[in-house]
């Protein structure tokens, strides 16, 4: 049996305040907080601290180390082997970085599910935009740490009953070589794409996984298109009460990190025998099912 056998995610201290945005930038603002990260904090500091908190969870170590941030401190440079060396990881655990998009993030962890061996998937992100912008008000940094691997390593929190992705190529969010900020195409046709997608993936994850859309306990919808989240998870025949909060109002979109940080929290609030659905649109869509063990109540 496969699936997770820790989770944790790393929050910094720091908050915005949105309603402070208008009076300094002269645009943007709203209500709620957003996370920031420090001045002496990247995607890779906060990483290590996710991963050492996923890691006291368990006695299970690690067999190889996954990394992936669309803000990486260091380009031509991998920068798993910093969080590896933090960590203190055997010589012979291979450090890869997964980067460049926010759909990185879940590639690394559905790839670890597949996959063989203990595999410690740590997404990060550090989000910023233009000052008053939305990207800037409705961003946030954090980072979320997955050990995935087997029942023979130790007891897992939750099995993996299985998932399905739809792909389609089209500009919604990107950014070009060089640029510090991204471009975003008119949501209005990003949300007509996602929806589409995501309900596809969704159907044939609950096919493969045997699961009916009403016994899934809660729905972790993410996305930086916030319109298309929404509109996709009162589509997906759940109960209203199933959807998880997307903590957008306390912490923001931390971007390739928001499906890690919200899966720890859906794990955490969970009660043994639950299945818990986690719903990923970027660049397409992604839906991964797990039902919660016995081993989720210590």
Do not use: C
């Not at 201290?13 to 949105?18: F, I, K, S």
């Not at 190529?169 to 007509?192: A, I, M, N, Y």
């Not at 009916?212 to 109960?239: D, I, K, N, P």
């Amino acid at each position: 049996m496969r699936g997770i056998l820790s989770a944790a995610a790393y929050l910094p201290q720091g908050r915005l305040d949105r309603s402070s945005i208008r009076g300094i930038a002269g645009s943007g603002g709203g209500k709620g907080t957003r996370s920031v990260a420090s001045y002496d904090e990247d995607t890779t500091t906060m990483g290590v601290e996710a991963a050492r908190l996923s890691l006291r969870a368990t006695d299970a170590r690690p067999d190889a180390l996954w990394l992936s941030t669309v803000a990486p401190a260091y380009l031509d440079k991998t920068n798993a082997t910093a969080v590896h060396a933090a960590l203190r990881l055997d010589h012979d655990v291979p450090a890869i970085d997964f980067g460049g998009a926010v759909r990185s993030a879940t590639g690394a962890l559905m790839a670890a599910l597949g996959g063989g061996g203990t595999t410690l998937v740590v997404s990060s992100d550090v989000r910023t935009g233009l000052p008053g912008s939305a990207d800037e008000t409705a961003g946030g940094d954090a980072a979320a740490a997955l050990l995935v691997g087997t029942d023979e390593a130790g007891p897992l929190l939750a099995e993996y009953l299985g998932g399905a992705s739809a792909t389609e190529e089209f500009l919604d969010r990107w950014r070009t070589p060089g640029d510090v900020r991204s471009k975003q195409w008119e949501e209005r046709f990003g949300e007509t794409k996602y929806v589409a997608l995501g309900e596809q993936a969704w159907r044939e994850a609950l096919k493969r996984a045997g699961v009916e859309a009403g016994t899934v306990t809660t729905v972790v919808v993410t996305s930086t298109h916030a319109r298309a989240a929404s509109s996709l998870g009162r589509r997906l025949g759940v109960a209203k009460e199933a959807l998880a909060d997307d903590l957008g109002a306390s912490i923001g979109n931390p971007g390739a990190a928001q499906a890690g940080v919200l899966l720890t929290r859906a794990l955490e609030n969970a009660e043994p025998g639950q299945i818990i659905a986690l719903v990923v649109l970027a660049d397409g869509a992604d839906v991964l099912l797990f039902r919660t063990t016995e081993a989720i109540g210590s």
